[in-house]
């Protein structure tokens, strides 16, 4: 006999084989989620840093992702890709989590 899922949990299971790709599966309520509703996110920045391409293409979002979902990935990228170093003007614009604290104290 199946157990029901509480109404609103969210499962997500990731199958991380060594030998292939990552696959993840969501589950809804208990059901599996799939098609359009189903989006996923992977923020991986690979071994040795990160280059400038890789943030910015890992920033850069379809028009249907929602707000939060894009900052969560905007922060994590933002925190792997190493802005002090980098040339590009965008992340010169950028407020490095250093000048956030400074900004605070202020
Ligand atoms: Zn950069």
């Known amino acids: 006999m199946r ?6 949990r969210i499962d997500v299971v990731v199958d991380r084989d ?9 589950y ?4 599996k989620v ?5 989006a996923v ?15 910015n293409s890992t920033t850069t979002h379809a028009a249907d ?6 900052d969560e990935i905007d922060s994590l990228a933002q925190g ?3 802005r002090h170093a ?9 407020p490095l989590a250093d000048d956030r604290t400074a900004d605070n104290l202020l």
């Open 80 to 82: 792997y890709h190493d």
């Open 41 to 55: 996110h992977v923020v991986d920045p690979g071994a040795g840093g990160p280059d400038h391409e890789w943030f």
């Open 3 to 8: 157990r029901p899922a509480p109404p609103g």
């Open 18 to 26: 060594p030998d292939a790709d990552t696959d993840v599966t969501v």
């Open 86 to 94: 980098c040339r590009d003007a965008r992340c010169r614009a950028l």
């Open 65 to 70: 992702v929602p707000e939060a979902v894009a």
């Open 34 to 38: 799939t098609g359009s509703r189903l």
């Open 28 to 31: 809804l309520d208990g059901a």
